[in-house]
């Protein structure tokens, strides 16, 4: 098995890519290893000192570090660690992984807001290795969350304001700021 390694605009954190499929749908976030009980993947990687974080995407792990470790020495380790998950043939999830299913009580606006986030945004933040949540739409603010290697990032503000925020204002008038929460 063969694991490529790409760098994220946040220093912090690497990209990880087995070559195959990690999640099938959807994406997760674990900020601790308290949080990391129903996956044996992301319970792994914690147990490596200076993990600080785990995002599964569809095709890739990314993993944030602390300020204690380089990446020189905890590089190796997270490749054993993925490379040993998918050699022993271990599930991402144990139990029920369902995802959430859409709210269908959503207005015209927020489905036309998740819909841009889904089709324009999700696919360029999964290329550096994290991903966007819509929160809510409220008097013209738009809250998202930003997970993997975008929470933290030092350039995820200008891409929420710059990118994000003119994209949604432009398709979606009733749009006036974008916010992170």
């Known amino acids: 098995m063969f694991i490529q390694t790409e760098q994220t605009p946040n220093p912090a954190t690497l990209k ?3 070559g ?3 999640m099938a749908t959807g994406t997760a976030h674990f900020a601790a ?3 990391c009980g129903r996956s044996p993947l992301a319970a792994r990687l914690f147990a490596i000192p200076g993990v600080a974080g785990v995002f599964l995407g569809a095709d890739f792990v990314s993993v944030s570090k602390d300020d204690s470790q380089d990446w020189f020495r905890l590089k190796p380790a997270i490749l054993g660690a993925i490379m040993e998950h998918f050699t022993l043939g271990e599930p991402i999830f144990v139990g029920d992984d369902s995802a959430p299913e859409a709210d269908e009580d959503d207005d015209e606006i927020v ?3 998740k819909e841009l986030l889904e089709t324009r945004v999700r696919p360029a933040v999964a290329q550096d290795g994290g991903d966007i949540i819509f929160h809510r739409f409220e008097d013209g603010v738009v809250y998202l969350h930003m997970q993997g ?3 933290g990032c030092p350039s995820s503000t ?3 304001k710059a990118g994000i925020e003119n994209m949604l204002r432009y398709y979606v008038p009733e749009v006036v700021e974008v916010r992170a929460v």
């Open 16 to 18: 990880f890519l087995p």
């Open 20 to 22: 195959r499929e990690v």
């Open 33 to 35: 290893a308290e949080e």
């Open 111 to 113: 489905v036309q807001i």
């Open 149 to 151: 290697s975008c929470s």
């Open 158 to 160: 200008a891409t929420l």
